[in-house]
């Protein structure tokens, strides 16, 4: 009897250390309000999308982790208070991505093009960025998205152009 207690015990104490550093992996909630995004593209036709808007910290910490899906239409805009070089990565993103950097105005200057789920690499705006739009991976080719054209939101200034 003491034995089968013994050896419930050693059991009980691996699992619990092989299922803490899942337990701890687990993600906190972090909640993203929505709104409608429009890309205006230089040939004149323009793309409507439908983003949850990470402006805090911790949104942009979490950004679109841990999805397994993206619709074509929806994405995520992340908006930083100033204008700099900005550096993504894929950590615990599960859906290639396209990343779509742009200034302060709102136009493109790069598209990172179908990024690598999982990656810790690092993906650089190659300039100076106020914000970055991720879509689902292979959007932006297949609309026509390049670098030039506009991201026109509420949180930017009006398109002049």
């Keep these: ?6 050896l419930f015990l050693c059991f009980l104490c691996f ?3 092989e299922a803490l550093p899942v337990i701890t992996e687990v993600p906190s909630p972090v909640t993203f309000e929505v709104s409608r995004l ?3 593209g230089a040939d004149g036709r323009d793309h409507s999308f439908t983003v949850e808007l990470a402006l805090s910290a ?13 619709a074509r239409d929806a994405g995520m805009l992340f908006l930083w208070e100033d204008e700099a070089p900005r550096r993504m990565w894929m950590k615990n993103t599960m859906v290639p991505l396209d990343m779509i950097f742009f200034d302060k105005e709102g136009r493109i200057i790069h ?3 179908t990024a690598t789920p999982y990656t810790e690499q690092t993906i650089s705006s190659g300039g100076a960025a106020q ?4 879509l689902a991976g292979g959007t932006s080719r297949l609309l ?17 152009r």
Excluded: K, Y
């Design 38 to 40: 429009i890309i205006s």
């Design 111 to 113: 598209i990172e093009h």
């Design 144 to 160: 026509g998205i390049v670098a030039g054209d506009w991201v026109v939101h509420p949180l930017l200034p009006p398109l002049a």
């Design 15 to 17: 699992f619990i250390t």
């Design 1 to 6: 009897m003491m034995r089968r207690f013994f």
């Design 131 to 134: 914000g970055v739009l991720e």
């Design 58 to 70: 911790p949104q942009r910490a979490r950004g679109l982790m841990f999805r397994d899906r993206l």
